[in-house]
């Protein structure tokens, strides 16, 4: 299992995976917003989404896990 994780401090704007989807090495899972820009966080290995972890409108910091893969 991997967990993809947020890469800065942020509001979670947009939830675009849902527990098992199928996602590709690259794909974006979430996106974030901070200082009004929208941030896109992108899975480093494919896989299956077991668990997401957050919701849109959640406040996350710097490594918080978002999406788990297996």
């Known amino acids: ?19 098992g989807d199928m996602v590709a090495v690259g794909q974006e899972v979430v996106r974030l917003e901070s200082m ?7 899975t480093e290995e494919g896989g299956t989404v077991r668990e997401v972890v957050v919701s849109e409108g ?5 490594g ?6 297996e």
């Open 64 to 69: 918080d896990p978002l999406v788990i893969i």
């Open 58 to 62: 959640d406040f996350v910091n710097e």
């Open 36 to 42: 009004k820009m929208e941030i896109p966080v992108e």
């Open 1 to 19: 299992m991997t967990a993809v994780t947020a890469s800065l401090a942020g509001v979670v704007f947009k939830v675009l995976v849902a527990p």
